[in-house]
């Protein structure tokens, strides 16, 4: 569940990573590989004023490398930067040595996502590609000049806008543009519960796909995904994977089945919720129930760091008093895991493996009682309650549980 608290700032990631550097580099035929133009002065090229980035000649075998990496998309690490190329090797007998090599390379933080740069980078290459095989406009000295012009309005178009627009001459323009690249989303179980962040009611349209709408008009906050599929009448598979559609596209979020029975607790950095007053508004408003008024934040705060391993819902609720206070339990709980700062501790009850085989319960059932798998899935799978479940195994002295 931890893993769909984070879903938020996950989904961000897609935004494309700032250029740290742009280079150009080519084949000496008497020095070998060199950097000819780099943006900004001294990432690359060392200077009385500025200590380089990265050294270029413990990688330059890669940036200008042998005949069979060229063509090819090329990544290099160091220690706090990756550098992304697409070397160029055009082979011909008016060059020394009958062949001209060449790379445009472009320099991020090591752990940034560059996977929005992957087209960018091997479209830049076709075209100076082209232009070379056209007017020798990398390896004639008249024009080559235009490329420190070329890479310093990439870095800074691409960083601004996310995309540029340089026109080379009469015929020819580098139009390049970046989209944002978003990481498949984590798997949906038949246990999750989806809730809509979007009307999908007003979304959807005579295109959408019909087992799409049947899933989605069935979206309510409360059912599991299994519930949801049975109630549509659809295959549970194909549920699944409409709710991954829906997730990928930030459509829902996905939360615990809510139970009085579950037990919740706070991570550490719910206290950056005291230095933020939107995400205080938002759960005032989100918590209380219509034509009433909520608590205070001060309280609201004060309920969520009370929750805690152990403690079930019901009993923090029966403690607190909280029926009184004007909130929709349901909703505080499910605002806490949406926004990362309270998560669920699960129930996995543990059949030791000497009484597994001598146990009277169902071999279906003995096989999930493991370790591995927590109430929500048991019971989901099992078609019980919680209580029922607590029953179930209420007669096997020998079960054992772990709260995690």
Known sequence: MQDYAQQESEFQAGIPPRLVSVFYSAFDPRTGPKVVFEVPEGSIIPTEKSIPIIDFDSISEYIIPKPPLCGHLVNICTDSYKVMGFPVIIRDNKYDRNFFMFNLS??????????????????????????????????????????????????????????????????????????????????????????????????????????????????????????????????????????????????????????????????????????????????????????????????????????????????????????????DIRRFISFGIIKGFLYRVHKYPVLPEPHNQISKLPSKLRRLLNGKHHYDEICTMEGCSARELDEILGDEPEVKFIWR
């Open 106 to 327: 472009f320099v991020f933080d090591r752990g940034a996502d560059t996977s929005s740069y992957e087209p960018v980078v091997r479209k830049v290459a076709r075209v100076l590609t082209s232009l070379e095989i056209e007017s020798e406009f990398l390896s004639n000295d008249s024009t080559k000049y235009y490329m420190y012009n070329i890479i310093e309005q990439l870095l800074e178009d691409l960083n601004s806008y996310c995309e540029c627009q340089i026109p080379i001459n009469s015929a020819n323009t580098i139009n390049l543009k970046l989209f944002p690249t978003y990481r498949n989303p984590p798997p949906v179980y038949d246990y999750h519960v989806p809730i809509c962040t979007v009307n999908l009611e007003v979304l959807m349209d005579d295109n959408w796909d019909i087992t799409m709408k049947k899933i989605a008009t069935r979206i309510n906050g409360i059912h599991h995904v299994k519930k949801i599929a049975e109630l549509a009448d659809v295959d549970y598979g194909l549920a699944r994977k409409c709710m991954e559609h829906l997730l990928y596209y930030g459509c829902i979020i996905i939360v615990d089945i809510f139970q009085f029975s579950n037990v919740y607790a706070v991570k550490p950095d719910i206290t950056r919720i005291i230095e933020d007053e939107s995400i205080q508004s938002e759960c005032l408003s989100y918590v209380r129930k219509p034509g009433t008024m909520s608590p205070s934040f001060a309280k609201l705060f004060s309920l969520y760091c009370l929750l805690k391993h152990g403690l079930t819902l019901k009993e923090w609720v029966q403690e607190n008093q909280v029926a009184s206070l004007n909130i």
